[in-house]
């Protein structure tokens, strides 16, 4: 269960194989194909952000894909972290 002072971050966010219709949350020059959970991760603890993993959860677009997700605790705007995440993917 997710709390208020969470963001959700899912990787189809910052997938440069996904389109903005299916899902991707960044521009394309700062996505990287296939991104895992772990290499969101690695980028979370370099800016040193509280996380929690939930490695099962599919994203609701793709429910047939269950690759996970990270909930991000809120210090920023949504769009300031995904941008922050992609860049240090």
Request: aromatic share 6%; net charge positive.
């Amino acid at each position: 269960m997710r709390n208020r002072d969470e963001i959700v971050l899912w990787p189809a966010y910052f997938d440069l194989n996904k389109t903005r219709r299916e899902g991707r949350r960044v521009p394309k020059k700062v996505a990287k194909p296939n991104p895992s959970l772990d290499m969101i991760e690695k980028a979370l603890k370099r800016m040193r952000i509280p996380y929690r993993i939930i490695p099962k959860a599919a994203y609701p677009r793709a429910p047939w894909e269950r690759k996970g997700l990270i909930l991000v605790k809120k210090a920023k705007s949504k769009s300031k972290i995904l941008k922050e995440v992609a860049s240090r993917l």
